[in-house]
């Protein structure tokens, strides 16, 4: 019995007019949106694909060690064009120096407010499926026992030896049913606008992940529809119920996720990035202050220079030094040494400020995230931007790779001594240095006459050093497993509301006066 009146509602639902109106809106928006989606995101490949060649030169091309500033890119997310989360806010690449560690991935707007908290509205495919389809389970359902009330057809079903039990589940599997080839058509839509894309890669983890946004896709759904039935068990006017389901869908959508967002910044208030770099430029002064006594020393022990001949920058001293005397680049080498694990040593005292910035922004972000979550509408934004890779999650696990990289790439240095030797500033071997100003700007003439360089600074016919043994920046993505618990309990929490909905409907509709 309960599959005839399943089987009855889904019928009528289907070819009602609300139901088509909603159905060809979603039919409208879904391709423009996800259109525009895949076309942002091939921009995003082609950005990807030229920061990576970027950065694979910053090895090819280096002529001294020095000159090595690796950057770590991370992919864009083929599943962004589904939700793009905080990917729009965050920059895709850090820019790892030796006196620094990243706060931010390069390419934000502003470093004046908080990054990761989810924007209002952002034009994707779930923020379609957060709006259009909830609003139509409420439309589907808000009458769904009130107007056969009002029909007097639920007295004249119920007087037959149907239970209330057998109507109650028939009637809410006929809308849930209803509600499957809706988002079955909607997802097929994105596929076939997916396929168009040469840009458009999916591996065998991203059809899971897409799996599990279209089964929450469904719960979320699920909740709406049984907040409307619930609303329509508990008044006798259909009238009555529209508005106050329409009403508590504006608070659920769109009033309590930016009520909970400005609660959660004033209650949690963040630091001032201005502050921090002031602080940070306050360390800068006292490292110049160990600067000049490291040099005191390194005069102290008998090394003197008296300028380059040739020098293509400067950082804490010369980063390329060619056709220079011996005694000035033996100054040069003793520098180096002793200033880099001084620098490597104040970038971490800068790290502890940025640090404690940084958890300002996490906990200001977790703590909105929690009020947020008495809304439905932001537990499907969060959960969906997290198995589509572009939530604070994966672009902190992506920053965070990004600083152990770092780590591992100058311990690298310090471990083979790379910056205590001639070739960390200098192209020329040992053996090739002059001995005197003269020889070096002989040494000098000649080459430029051999060479014949477009500029002063053309140094590539110096040669390259052999960076085949640096560490490499490798990304790993966050597996399925790892997103799930991180948003276990919000999916908890999902599947707990629609259960209590279940049993308040149930347990209102047992007892709904049918006269």
Known sequence: MIWHIAKKDFLDNFTSARFIVGFLLCLFLIPFTV???????????????????????????????????????????????????????????????????????????????????????????????V???????????????????????LRLVLS??????????????????????????????????????????????DYGRIVLLFLFSLLYLSLFVFLGSYISSKVRSSSTSLIINLFIWCILVFLLPNAMSYLGKNMVKTGNYGMVRLNMNDLDNAFWEDYGSIMEQVHKEGYKTDGYEVC???????????????????????????????????????????????????????????????????????????????????????????????????TYYEEEEIHGGYSYFTPHDESEFPEDRAEGRRMQHEW????????TFDLASLGYVTTSTLPRFTYSEKGIMCTLLD?????????????????????????????
């Open 312 to 410: 293509a920058g400067w950082n804490y001293g010369g980063i390329m030094v060619c056709f220079t005397p011996r005694e000035n680049m033996e100054c040069e080498r003793r520098r180096h040494e002793l200033v880099f694990p001084v620098v490597l040593d104040y970038a971490d005292k800068k790290w502890q400020l940025q640090r404690d910035y940084l958890d300002g922004l996490y906990r200001q972000q977790r703590v909105i995230k929690y009020f947020s979550c008495l809304s439905p509408s932001e537990i499907m934004k969060y959960v969906s931007a997290s198995l589509c890779k572009t939530g604070m999650e994966d672009h902190v696990y992506f920053m965070d790779q990004a600083r152990q990289y770092r780590n591992t790439f100058y």
């Open 160 to 205: 037959n030896r149907l239970s209330r039990a057998d109507l109650f589940f028939g009637k809410a599997a006929g809308v849930l049913i209803t509600f499957v080839p809706l988002l079955l058509i909607c997802y097929v839509l994105v596929f076939i606008i997916l396929s168009l894309s040469p840009a458009v890669h999916l591996v065998a983890g």
């Open 35 to 129: 259109y525009t989606g895949t076309r942002i995101y091939e921009n995003r490949v082609e950005k990807y694909q030229r920061d990576l060649r970027q950065a694979e030169e910053e090895f090819t091309k280096a002529q001294v060690y020095a000159q090595i500033q690796p950057v770590a890119v991370k992919p864009p997310s083929p599943l962004s064009i589904f939700c793009k989360g905080i990917s729009e806010q965050t920059g895709s690449q850090a820019v790892l120096k030796n006196d620094e560690v990243p706060t931010f991935a390069s390419g934000i707007t502003t470093m004046y407010e908080n990054q990761f908290l989810n924007r209002f509205i952002s034009l994707d495919f779930i923020n379609i499926l």
């Open 131 to 153: 709006i259009i389809l909830s609003l139509i389970g409420i439309l589907l359902t808000y009458d769904i026992f009130s107007r056969e009330r009002e029909n007097g057809t």
């Open 448 to 455: 430029r006459q051999q060479n014949n360089p477009s500029s």
């Open 487 to 515: 948003q276990l309990w919000l999916l908890a929490g999902m599947i707990l509301g629609c259960v209590v909905l279940t049993g308040l409907t149930y347990r209102s509709f047992i007892k709904y006066d049918i006269r």
